[in-house]
């Protein structure tokens, strides 16, 4: 696994090269003979490392706080009528309503029914997404939803190129609709090169309750993967290019992470009901893109209900 580079600023960029050099200076024949002088030396050493190291996350932390997640936008996740479910893509911060990045045309996209794999790629239409700083290139898509059932829907983008980290994010992503409240494939791995596989309906999880999820990367457990958790608080307007009101704000700590066990397992308590994405960063098996580091994301996205 290759946990995905935090955001970075000059100031951090000036802080990490420090950290770096003093790193390197303790490695060096030199920082071994001051260690062997004693241990008050070895302590004062240890001192400045801390130091640095803590002036280092007080530049990172900030700046983490938008956490980027592919959207597979329905209005409804669970499906009355037969039709066509409109879907808009956005690679977007949806829990803080922020910058919006640009969407190149997918590599795949695809629903699977029943087991069978439905291609969709001629569904894609590009569109345009309004933050409110900026406006991006998104798509508009649709689903045929007809029989009972699970309709797991998979996007797999093309790879992203983060300036801000110098890096390509690569975030493969499933949404999950269900018609008639008929179970049928939630519950299996899609054969995809890294996702989350939930241990909870992913369209009938309860607020207040929890949602377990799985990482696999090449269909093996993941260990030690970092999960950032977003709520999706202002959702996209499929009948404009824009949101709607965002029904929650940023957290003070900036995103939610969990780390997976030695299994791959992660539960997740949540609080609201609404859109919940996570994404384990850097756990599928590509790790380069065009001459550089290649990010390769597993998203979900789950449906919370309040109990009512």
């Not at 290139?137 to 649709?142: E, H, L, P, Q």
């Not at 457990?221 to 709520?231: D, K, L, N």
Request: hydrophobic content about 40%.
């Amino acid at each position: 696994m290759r946990p995905r580079k935090g955001h970075s600023s000059s100031a951090t960029g000036c802080t990490l090269d420090l950290f770096a050099t003093l790193g390197n200076q303790l490695q060096s024949p030199q920082s071994h003979k001051v260690m062997r002088r004693g241990r008050r030396d070895v302590i004062r050493i240890q001192v400045v490392k801390k130091l640095v190291l803590a002036a280092t996350a007080a530049l990172i932390l900030p700046v983490m706080a938008q956490a980027h997640f592919l959207l597979e936008y329905t209005e409804d996740t669970m499906i009355a009528r037969p039709g066509d479910v409109p879907v808009k893509l956005v690679f977007w911060h949806p829990h803080d309503a922020g910058h919006v990045m640009t969407l190149e045309k997918p590599e795949e996209f695809y629903v699977i029914h029943n087991g069978k794999k439905t291609d969709l790629m001629d569904t894609l239409k590009e569109t345009t997404f309004d933050g409110p700083d900026n406006t991006a290139k998104a798509f508009m898509g649709s689903v045929p939803v007809k029989r009972s059932g699970d309709y797991v829907l998979v996007t797999v983008p093309a790879p992203y190129y983060e300036e801000s980290e110098d890096i390509y994010i690569q975030q493969i992503t499933k949404t999950y609709l269900n018609r008639n409240e008929l179970p049928t494939d939630w519950d299996q791995p899609q054969g995809l090169p890294t996702e989350i596989l939930p241990l909870n309906k992913p369209y009938n999880v309860i607020a207040g309750g929890t949602f377990t999820g799985r990482v696999l990367s090449e269909g093996q457990p993941v260990t030690g993967a970092e999960i950032e958790i977003e709520y999706m608080a202002a959702e996209p307007d499929l009948s404009g290019t824009g949101a709607k009101a965002k029904t929650a704000s940023p957290l003070p700590g900036g995103a939610l992470v969990a780390i997976s066990d030695d299994n791959g397992y992660f539960t997740f308590g949540v609080p609201k009901a609404g859109l919940w994405g996570f994404a384990a960063l850097g756990v599928g098996p590509k790790v380069e893109h065009d001459g550089k580091e290649l990010s390769q994301d597993a998203v979900i996205w789950i449906r919370a209900w309040d109990l009512e």
